[in-house]
């Protein structure tokens, strides 16, 4: 496959941009963050991983995230000089981030002090497959050295977060080739364990164990000569007590089962190229941007949690120290809306995340004097407010920060995420459970918020800050303003909705809001009687009461400039005059374009627009300028906002981008293509385009997810005109169909190939008797897929028994299960099984076995079956179960077939999410409610022929209803 456009390079190192480019590099699999530090180490690095949810106590800003143990260190002596890049000489070096393979990778031919001369090759990835798991290799090759080579490999529990320990040694251990280390966190007390493997690679050596406290390792010393290379691979993993009861024997458990490296980087490749499936943007005729706009997108999905709902995404990702780790509105004004109409699953996680925080945000409320929920302007854990109320200035002067205090649009924004996830998904079931509550409460904090002036006969909202912080302490900021009239008016529909919907649900949130037809009334009232100072004939809006009272100096006159106008005027200074951090009416408007003219929004762009600090103020603000210039019909003007935004991190454009990504401006970039140059409208009929490309673009394609429909959208600049039109495509059709390539299938057993449910029934049944514990088919039927451990642990539900009594009980299981299936017959054999069987060995398909079952080839045997079968996978194969793709990864692997080339059949839910988390086809046998996530859902294989199968999965792939828009 091409990598054009998909790949970040650095083919000379420059020391004094180490901190830039170690952001610039940062890996991630939505659990953790890496920073791009060297394996070897650097004088005065910042080697940071940070996870997600692992927070512990500091002084001033309460909580940070905790830089945890350094899984990096690769040590490499020749000759008895250690390789670094400051020391000896640096013939060759790059560094490069494959962006479609989440894989970073640096080449270096480096010659000693002495002379002597070795080529070294590092490459590293955090699986997207499973986030548990961390891999690295190594090679070093001898160009004209012979000698003594020596190669170590550690962990690292010796860091800090700039100065700042967090961690206290528990214990540690090594045993052949294998070391493990447990640490737990100095206030909050969580446990982690990360375990390393050391694997040499087709070479002679013997490991040797480096038992240093807080810092174990395994190393090994071989004789090398030219044109030789040694191959070391590293695989780690770590759990913490966030995420299981004993964080060491989850590690251990999980590095002990894992696969070759080529089978854990193939699950890995799988799993990023589904996700890019959904979310790449693909730009013709501006290579730049092409680059950016991937890389951005790469640090969204690489950050995003997907396995927990207890966690949101930083201000800076997990990339870097500023923010300590906390949680802004940057995360559900920018980066919500990406995630929702490409991966609306993870936008569901974050936005529960603010559901789990309700707490913290109704003890904010609580202690400021108001009703309902506020939720923190900086959150971390718990939802309590966690923003630094003093910090010291660039002069040593502590400066008050007013931002927990009155920054309160927060609330709103979330209850607009909220709303726009629902919207754009149609997930019902959400909006009841989290969604609903959330904008309600909120809601009710504004109502006893807001305050009755009888002079002006209105309500006002006064002592904030807007988006422009510049500017403190104001009254009836109108970006607050506007979206708390936007917020009641909201929370009165959703109330109706609810009570329409779910008249349950909304009993309970009746009382427990305490909602009643009188607070309902003061909603519509506030929300009709709000101050909002617009002029009625021109449409200016007021930022703020007084703004337009403040001295103006345009800001050309202090160009150029490095610096913010904060920084320039000072912080009184900037609060007294009329230049704008970032948008703050002009967000407004963006947030609310549907009920915004365009005559409105020309005229308040003209005012403050150039007022805005685009170069030094907010990032967050260049590329909705950039969205908003395209909706005036002005792309050359958008296209510059849009790239200082795109570029703030490749390029460094802000001289900060050494503190880690800009998340939010990662967010913006998205926006401003969906919304700016592809003019997308999000309509109750679906998304349409209006397209505004900047010159030189030929070509802007995506994909949409917009209520369980994929929209496909492929804008073209025509070559002989300056029209532009917008492709959308929806549904599919059977026109000329591109069949996949498959060459192998991985049939499940039980459900699929016959069927012993009965057998396991029986034997569930006889063990459930002996212990007394009610049992029947019902709950037999509900664990169809479960492994033998997980099936008890089902039956046993709360009962507590111990270790050994599980063992005991599975084993009896298994053997009245192996007494059962002793009398099974080809005749067990389900209908069109043996003809599909015979059809694929006649077309040449590869055919596999994938279950969780450790009797598989038992029941093959006795099915008269196990010939057809060139691989089986068992339950011996691979430790973690479905819906873990590692079952069928391991299948494929065996059949030396990548995973987009294997089909999977099966008929458990799990089952077919392994499929699809493999990066697999998949065909699920049974009810929709069960397997309707595969590509094909059918009964059974009776009567089922390959070719119509074929067809029936290149159809599923396939999207057709296309429409023409001419602009």
């Not at 718990?382 to 109320?389: L, S």
């Not at 050309?556 to 106008?565: A, G, L, V």
Request: a negative charge; aromatic letters at 10%; one cysteine or more.
């Amino acid at each position: 496959m091409e990598s054009f456009g998909w790949t970040v390079i650095e083919s000379q190192f420059d020391p004094t941009h180490l901190h830039h480019q170690e952001t610039v590099f940062t890996l991630g699999n939505g659990y953790l963050g890496t920073r791009g530090s060297f394996e070897e180490g650097y004088p005065g690095e910042c080697s940071t991983t940070l996870i997600h949810g692992v927070y512990d106590d500091i002084p001033v800003v309460y909580t940070e995230l905790v830089n945890c143990p350094n899984w990096l260190p690769i040590v490499i002596t020749i000759g008895g000089e250690t390789f670094r890049l400051d020391q000896g000489q640096t013939l060759h070096y790059q560094r490069q981030l494959d962006l479609r393979l989440g894989l970073l990778s640096r080449e270096i031919r480096w010659r000693s002090p002495a002379g002597h001369t070795v080529d070294i090759y590092f490459e590293r990835f955090t699986s997207l497959a499973d986030q548990h798991v961390l891999v690295q290799r190594c090679q070093v090759t001898s160009v004209d050295f012979t000698g003594e080579i020596e190669i170590q490999a550690s962990i690292n529990g010796e860091v800090d977060n700039q100065g700042v320990k967090h961690w206290e040694f528990v214990e540690q251990s090594i045993t052949d080739n294998t070391l493990w280390l447990h640490t737990r966190t100095l206030n909050s007390a969580i446990d982690l364990a990360i375990a390393a493997k050391l694997l040499i690679v087709d070479f002679p050596a013997e490991i040797q164990a480096l038992r240093t406290q807080n810092c174990p390792g395994l190393g090994t010393t071989v004789q090398i000569q030219p044109g030789q290379t040694i191959t070391l691979e590293k695989l780690v993993t770590v759990f913490t007590s966030r995420d299981r009861v004993d964080p060491v024997g989850e590690a251990l458990g999980l590095l002990n089962c894992l696969p070759s490296y080529t089978t854990v980087f193939a699950a890995h490749v799988a799993a990023w190229a589904k996700v890019w499936q959904d979310s790449d943007i693909v730009i013709e005729g501006d290579l730049k941007a092409q680059l950016a706009v991937r890389y951005n997108i790469f640090q969204l999905l690489a950050v995003a949690p997907r396995h927990d709902n207890r966690v949101s995404i930083p201000a800076k990702t997990l990339s870097g120290y500023a923010y300590r780790g906390h949680i802004f509105w940057d995360t559900e004004i920018f980066i919500v809306p990406f995630l929702t109409l490409t991966q609306p699953a993870l936008a569901r996680n974050l936005l529960t995340y603010r559901y789990k925080t309700l707490a913290g945000a109704r003890r904010k409320a609580q202690e400021a004097g108001y009703e309902g929920a506020l939720f923190a302007w900086e959150s971390a854990k718990t939802g309590d407010e966690v923003t630094p109320r003093w910090v010291p200035g660039p002069d040593g002067k502590i400066i008050r920060i007013w931002c927990s205090d009155i920054e309160l649009h927060i609330n709103n924004d979330i209850a607009y995420a909220v709303w726009h996830y629902w919207q754009n998904t149609g997930d019902d079931a959400w909006m009841r459970e989290y969604g609903a509550e959330i904008i309600l409460d909120t809601a009710n904090y504004w109502a006893s918020r807001a305050e009755w002036n009888k002079e002006r006969g209105a309500y006002e909202i006064s002592d904030v800050i807007g988006p422009d912080e510049y500017h403190e302490k104001i009254n009836n900021n109108a970006f607050t303003n506007g979206m708390v009239q936007w917020h009641l008016q909201t929370a009165l529909g959703v109330w109706d909705w609810l009570t329409r919907s779910d008249s349950d649900r909304a009993t309970i949130l009746k009382q427990q809001l305490k909602l009643n037809k009188k607070r309902f009334q003061q909603w519509a009232e506030i929300s009709q009687n709000l101050v909002f100072n617009q002029n009625a004939d021109t449409g200016l809006i007021e930022q703020f009461d007084g703004f337009f009272d403040l001295k103006d100096v345009p800001l050309t006159e202090y160009e150029p400039r490095t610096k913010s106008m904060q920084v320039i005027l000072g912080i009184e200074g900037a609060n007294q005059q009329q230049v704008l951090k970032q948008p703050d009416v002009l967000m407004l408007l963006y947030l609310l374009r549907d009920r915004t003219n365009r005559q409105t929004l020309q005229t308040n762009w003209d005012y403050y627009n150039p007022r805005t600090d685009h170069t030094y103020g907010s990032s967050l603000g260049p590329a909705i300028h950039a969205i908003l210039g395209c909706e005036l019909g002005q792309p050359e003007e958008a296209y510059k906002h849009f790239m200082r935004s795109a570029l703030v991190d490749l390029e460094d454009v802000r001289g900060n981008a050494n503190e880690g990504i800009h998340a939010a401006s990662a967010g913006g970039v998205w926006q401003a293509l969906i919304f700016g140059f592809a003019g997308v409208k999000l309509t109750p009929e679906g998304p349409i385009s209006s397209p505004h490309l900047p010159p030189g673009w030929t070509r802007l394609k995506f994909r949409l997810q917009w209520r369980n429909q994929w929209y496909e959208f492929d804008i073209q600049e025509s070559a002989t005109s300056d029209q532009q039109s917008a492709m959308i495509s929806s549904s599919t059709s059977n026109s000329q169909l591109a069949t996949p390539n498959i060459k192998g299938v991985i049939f499940d057993l039980d459900g699929v190939i016959t069927d012993t449910a009965d057998f396991h029934y029986l034997g569930w049944k006889r063990i459930t008797d002996e212990e007394g514990i009610p049992y029947d088919w019902e709950t037999n039927e509900k664990m169809r897929g479960l492994t033998r451990r997980d099936s008890l642990l089902y039956i046993l539900g709360d009962k507590k028994v111990s270790e050994a009594t599980i063992q005991d009980m599975m084993e009896r299981k298994n053997n009245y299960y192996l007494e059962l299936i002793k009398e099974m017959t080809p005749d067990k054999l389900l209908p069109g099984v043996l003809n599909l069987l015979n059809e694929l060995r006649a077309a040449g398909i590869k055919v596999a076995l994938g279950s969780s079952s450790k009797n598989a080839h038992l029941v093959l045997q006795r099915l008269g079956i196990e010939d057809k079968f060139d691989a089986i996978a068992d339950g011996y194969s691979v430790e973690n179960p479905k819906p873990a793709p590692d079952l069928f990864l391991h299948a494929a692997a065996q059949l030396n077939l990548s995973p987009e080339e294997c089909v999977v059949i099966e008929d458990a839910t799990a089952g077919v999410e392994a499929a699809l988390s493999a990066g697999m086809y998949a065909v699920g046998l049974g009810p929709v409610e069960r397997v309707g996530d595969a590509d094909v859902v059918l009964p059974n294989l009776e009567g089922v022929q390959w070719s119509d199968l074929l067809t029936q999965i290149a159809v599923s792939s396939q999207s057709s209803d296309v429409r023409s828009l001419k602009v």
